[in-house]
């Protein structure tokens, strides 16, 4: 039986709600937890599990209307969901003032502010009030559209803005559960109870959804938490302890959510007056520091001096503050002034005025021409290696690093209100006192805290892509040295104090609530001090999926972390308690599941293992003792990564083991990203070869439409359901073309219907994917191709350049989709283009629609067989690639017409279709040189240069293809007039005057007359 998802799935929808979820930032559900990259939207988790389960009958459209309503999806769950928003008048009266200080104005929010970062201060503001105060913030929502009606006019994408996600609402109403029952013959009440109906009646027991790749959790939570039995297993134990907190520390009852509470009060408040009796943070003005900003430093040769670095010396652009640095005497060490400067003054400090470090090179600030290469400053020898003793460097060391602002506050009365008073200063020698203390104290401790686990111990694996740069660039080779010794003692000091917490969940709950400070507070946080955060605030260490090293950063006090440690946690109710985490090779794991849904880390960029000891460095000791089953190691050799051969063998045994676990009737959903062709045809033959067969792909855009004008769009995930492949049928590959063929149009055919409709709206590339996951749906039901069994071509050695017959199919199915995707209002003329010139179109139409992507563009040309394309791309850079105009082209690329390269008779196109490939070879001319429509931008050229009297242009046109002329002179005007409509086009303004000469030739060709 087939089931919904194998026959339809609302994209357009489900892509808008997976948008609105992650635009949410801080305020997702698991994002809490901690960091974890990659992660699924829940909508989607939860809308492929019931996808999976609902049965398709045979009326699709009553299918759709009751698969939208289970969702709230529908015109009446988005009018239940619409509940309108606070206003920021409201969020700023419910702000503490230190809030109401930083981030708003008189009554909204300041200038210059995203949404993301209003959505994580009313997150902020929303967490520090009482049930009764969020109650009457939530009173305070206004249906911004009170008429129905009117509502119901706008897009999906519109009416979201005005909605709850759906996780946030207690589900359909009574009377669409009536609906839904009666359709599927249930008798549920709420998503559990289908959940648990649709499972028995497939699988004869509540349905098992299983994900080995877990990660963040989001799978394993969402299925628990609509009924489902959970399974997620990852090889990290990061991600185990992150998806074993969503089920059972998120899923916890009221009295773990009360205890959690406690024990983050108890902690915080027995650390803060710690701190408070060392005195580290409190200065004897009555001021308490909020953060502290630090920088490297070195002494070149020749140098007598040591020259602190930073790319830009800017501390707060609210505030205008600057630091600017002297040299005192004959002293070895300048000194930092903070202060305030002018408007003019401070601009040029953005401008990076006294910067030390441009391109590379460390600058003198005091003699702007000296310049020192860091990489020459490391020493051929390299830094020294630090040992797991230093938590600063040593006095020899190249790279020193030192303090050289604090911002500090204080509340005042000013009106009988109070008023929080910032003031930034370089430090005196009461700060370095505190400094010194500081190190003192942390030494002190420094090995009982390791050995109990309060600070990390652990080495920095060696040879990593990402670890490598912390010994190479700083020398540090264990984790704890990626924190300043204020960090640690504070960190040290948190944990030392939550050692009250006395069941496992409580202590999770506060390592991980660590694991969120240090991923805002480390010597890798690029200290941000743009207006928009406020006074000036650190970014995430992870801003980007890497460790990168910096040269100067700023680092939060305790003081500043408070909010972030009594933060309460998104606590949820999970309906189903029967899950099970562990911490396995996918290869290993021996769980059976009826659904698998999972994210594997095919050809991924992101390197899990090396990423995750950034935190298991603090969670590794806490693990050993409450998971003793799990492994605390990242385990690198093991985990799947690249696309090489070793990527491929790995994802085989994965994709059979889950094969073997899991019923005939069961289904797998495995999602992905990647847009290479050879990446989709080995994920292909993978999934193949592990014994599956695909029956259906979707693929969900998760961007805005903001985004896809600007052309910087997030690509869509594929999600390909698949099944276990009962026969092993053979499959020839004359028979597969036509099937692909058919698929392929299909699969499109069904976009664009979606597109017209006006609500996904996917790019280029999510059609090229579409096609690719099309041929994939032929393929993989035969057990063999012309003879060859799968596995053995997915190991087969292939020379350089040589293709399996899986990935020429799949390579065929682009060229399938890029001719099935005709550019609007060239419909007429298209088939009588050669492939070179179709190709030039279909470039221009991405351009028009913003894609600046090279990729995209070299993509295209793999679908039009096309294999030089340099000589049409005005601009080939990676996110700028733009296609020449007819005045850029000028003569270039132009050859004239011989009865040789004759393209003077016959339809506009000289070449066969099929035949003539773009390659400027040795041997001949670029075949688009000789072309017609080479020809026809000529004459627009020449219709631009002669300030637009077409006549010259018409002239050259009928001299190069005589009698041929006019033949061709109606497929000329359909070609001018769609060029002339590109330089309306936003961002197309290079088009005017050739679209307008465009314009006008087209005209005068119409009324031409023999
Ligand atoms: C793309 S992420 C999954 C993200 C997840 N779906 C989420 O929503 O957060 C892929 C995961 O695969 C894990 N992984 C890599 N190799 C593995 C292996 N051999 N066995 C199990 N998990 C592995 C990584 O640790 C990573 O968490």
Known sequence: ??????????????????????????????????????????????????????????????????????????????????????????????????????????????????????????????????????????????????????????????????????????????????????????????????????GQRTFGHTPRVGDSFCGGGSIPFEAARIGCEAFGSDLNPVAGLLTWASLNLLGGDAALQAEVARVQQQTYTAADQQITDWGIEHNDRGERAEAFLYCVEVKPEGCDYYIPIAPSWVVSEKYRIVTRWTRVGDADRLQPEVLEVSEKEFRLYKDKKGSTMSDGRVVDPLDPARTWSVEALRGTDGLRRWSNEDVVSRANDVFQERLYCIRWSKTVMLNNRPKLVRRFSAPDSSDMARESRVLNLLLERFTGWQNKGFIPSMGIPEGGDETARLYRERGWTHWHQLYTPRQLLAYGCILENSAIASTKEVRVAMLLKLGVQANWSSKLCIWNADKSKGPGSTEQTFANQALNTLFNFGTRSFWQLRESLVKEFTFVEISNHQNKIEVIDARDLSNSCDLWITDPPYADAVNYHELGDFFLAWYEKQIRKDFSEWVPDARAELAVRGDGDDFRRSMVDIYKNLARHMPYNGLQMVMFTHQDPAVWADLGMILWAAGLKATAAWTISTETSAGIKKGNYVQGTVCLVLRKRAANEPGFLDEVYPLVEDEVKRQIASMQALDESGEPNFNDADYQLAAYAAALKVLTHYGTLDGKDVEHEVFSVRGKGEKSDFQTVIERALGIACDTLIPRGLDASWRDLSLVERYYLRSLDIESRGERRKGMYEELARGFGVSDIRPLLKSDKANGARMFTPSGLAASTLIAVTTGNSGASGQLGSQNTSGARGRASANGPHPFATSPLRHLMFAIRETTSADNSPEPGRQYLRDTFGQGYWTKREGFVALLEWLSALGNTADMGEWQADSEAARILAGRLRNDHA
């Open 1 to 198: 039986m087939q089931t919904f998802i194998e026959t339809q799935f609302p994209i357009a929808r489900l892509s808008a709600e997976s948008y609105k979820e992650r635009k949410a930032g801080a305020s997702q559900t698991l994002t809490g937890l901690g960091k974890w990259w990659g992660r699924k939207p829940l909508v989607l988790v939860r809308a492929s599990i019931i996808g999976m389960l609902m049965p398709a009958s045979n009326d699709a459209k009553r299918d759709r209307e009751i698969f939208l309503k289970i969702l709230t999806m529908d015109d009446d769950g988005t009018w239940q969901r619409c509940k309108g928003e606070i206003p920021a008048s409201a969020w700023r009266e419910a702000a503490s003032p230190e809030i109401q200080e930083e981030f708003f104005g008189a009554r909204s929010f300041i200038q210059g502010m995203s949404d993301e970062e209003k959505a994580a201060v009313c997150a902020q503001i929303w967490e520090a009030l009482s049930s009764e105060e969020q109650l009457a913030l939530d009173a305070l929502r206004m249906r911004p559209i009170s008429d129905r009606a009117e509502f119901e006019t706008l897009s999906y994408a519109e009416r979201l803005v005005h909605c709850e996600r759906p996780e946030n609402i207690a589900g359909p109403t009574p009377a669409a559960w009536g609906e839904i029952n009666s359709h599927l013959g249930t008798t549920a009440s709420n998503l559990p109870e289908l959940v648990q109906q649709l």
